[in-house]
């Protein structure tokens, strides 16, 4: 066996199965764990996906949302421990695979069409 098929065997166990087929211009509800004193409870991160990477375990997305009329954006690693659930709450209709050009909008202006051919 050489190194990359050690490195593909050791990274199978932390594969997640139940992530949703995601596309750029999708609004999503990421379950983020967070942990408080000794406790845990899942924080939602509702918001626009505006990026995203594929690199097998590496993948991730860039969700961006308004929160008190400021643009927060946030990375996620999609098979992280950190990450409880990803639920796809409305298909965007994108036209390219990076959505930067958001930043720069501002209020309706940042609203995506709403696309019915793929199913949520």
Not at 60 to 76: D, N, P, W
Not at 88 to 93: M, N, Y
């Amino acid at each position: 066996m050489n190194a990359e098929e050690i490195i593909r065997s050791i990274e199978a166990d932390y594969y997640k199965d139940d992530i949703p087929e995601i596309y750029v211009g999708d609004t999503v509800r990421v379950g983020v764990i967070i942990q408080e004193g000794g406790k845990e409870r899942v924080q939602p991160y509702e918001g626009t996906v505006i990026a995203k990477r594929n690199g097998g375990i590496n993948a991730s997305i860039t969700v961006r949302r308004i929160f008190q009329g400021i643009g927060v954006e946030r990375v996620f690693l999609l098979h992280a421990p950190r990450i409880a659930n990803i639920k796809v709450i409305r298909r965007g209709k994108a036209r390219r695979a990076k959505l930067y050009y958001l930043r720069n909008r501002v209020g309706k202006a940042t609203r995506l069409k709403q696309r019915f051919d793929r199913p949520i």
